[in-house]
């Protein structure tokens, strides 16, 4: 019994550890933007922080909710359209956990 208890308690330590690395992460849509989203320059979006401040955290989530966040993202950013298409899921959580912290009403960005 006691080794029962010990392999389901390393089991679910193993789960805890492997769930924690798949979340989303502000610091890497912040680097995702930086990297992939030059382009909005082009449309009057410096940097990130004004990308993200665009909005604040309510409307943020609330387009995320409703499905709608890659298409205001478009239309914040027209001229990265084909960027956004392309961005997998997990690129996508991470710019939103990225605009969500540094909103209108969140963080100010250390830079970008």
């Known amino acids: 019994m006691k080794k029962m208890t010990s392999i389901v308690l390393a089991t679910v330590l193993a789960m805890s550890a492997f769930t924690t690395v798949a979340s989303a ?3 890497k849509g912040q680097k995702y933007y930086l990297k992939k989203l030059k382009v909005c320059k082009k449309d009057g979006l410096k940097n990130g922080a004004l990308f993200a401040a665009k909005n604040d955290r309510a409307t943020w989530a609330s387009l995320k ?3 709608k966040l890659v298409d205001a993202w478009k239309e914040l950013c027209p001229s990265g359209v ?8 997990k690129h996508i959580d991470n710019l939103y956990d990225f605009v969500w912290q540094f909103a209108s009403d969140g ?4 830079c970008g």
């Open 107 to 110: 963080d100010v960005p250390s």
């Open 65 to 67: 909710e409703s499905g």
């Open 82 to 89: 084909k960027k956004f298409d392309k961005m997998k899921p």
């Open 25 to 27: 992460d502000a610091k």
